[in-house]
T-cell receptor
Framework: DMKVTQMPRYLIKRMGENVLLECGQDMSHETMYWYRQDPGLGLQLIYISYDVDSNSEGDIPKGYRVSRKKREHFSLILDSAKTNQTSVYFC?????????????FGSGTRLTVL | GDSVTQTEGPVTVSESESLIINCTYSATSIAYPNLFWYVRYPGEGLQLLLKVITAGQKGSSRGFEATYNKETTSFHLQKASVQESDSAVYYCALGDRDTNAYKVIFGKGTHLHVLP
């Protein structure tokens, strides 16, 4: 069963707290992504990972970092969360290097930073 | 930079009516980007609905169609007769190669409500 799993689905944190969003995929995909979506905006790429320990910044990396120690797991970390990081976060994966390939998405994590 | 503009939602139609969601794009790096429609059903992640990587071609899936028109830089999504189960958010997207890497740029999404 091809699946991208995100945990947790909903999360409420206070400003200044650390946040860990987890993502897993069971398809042995090389490439994984973190996006966020805010009301009235399209999905914005935060980070992309081409494989284990091979990560690159996306369009809006400030305030975030990522970790990929195993091919099937990709974590997004917010050190000292800010209220403007309230958003819906989507993890995705694709079989190989980004090209015309399909992205497979998780169901999203709705993060609220108070 | 690259951009995707699609119909502002929400869009409300009755079951069995026809549907068109407009999408136009601008790609700065390559002449013919890859074009996609993704759909997000309630409580689920985005999933690919259809994609077209060759200009002039048409993609289709689940009764939906979209034609890659390079003259008008458009990729409109159409369905002749919608069903209540088509209620979802639809995202147009393009894949383009920047100086360093390939990127997928998404539109804002169009929320479709189909009335029974």
């Amino acid at each position: 069963d091809m699946k991208v799993t995100q945990m947790p689905r909903y999360l409420i944190k206070r400003m200044g707290e650390n946040v860990l969003l987890e993502c897993g995929q069971d398809m042995s995909h090389e490439t994984m992504y973190w996006y966020r979506q805010d009301p009235g905006l399209g999905l914005q790429l935060i980070y992309i990972s081409y494989d284990v320990d091979s990560n690159s910044e996306g369009d809006i990396p400030k305030g975030y970092r990522v970790s990929r120690k195993k091919r099937e797991h990709f974590s997004l970390i917010l050190d000292s969360a800010k209220t403007n990081q309230t958003s819906v976060y989507f993890c995705a994966s694709s079989p190989g290097p980004p090209s015309a390939e399909t992205l497979y998405f998780g169901s999203g994590t709705r993060l609220t930073v108070l | 930079g690259d951009s995707v503009t699609q119909t502002e939602g929400p869009v409300t139609v009755s079951e069995s009516e026809s549907l068109i969601i407009n999408c136009t794009y601008s790609a700065t790096s390559i002449a013919y980007p890859n074009l996609f429609w993704y759909v997000r059903y309630p409580g689920e992640g985005l999933q690919l609905l259809l994609k077209v990587i060759t200009a002039g071609q048409k993609g289709s899936s689940r009764g939906f169609e979209a034609t890659y028109n390079k003259e008008t830089t458009s990729f409109h999504l159409q369905k002749a007769s919608v069903q209540e189960s088509d209620s979802a958010v639809y995202y147009c997207a393009l894949g383009d190669r920047d100086t360093n890497a390939y990127k997928v740029i998404f539109g804002k999404g169009t929320h479709l409500h189909v009335l029974p």
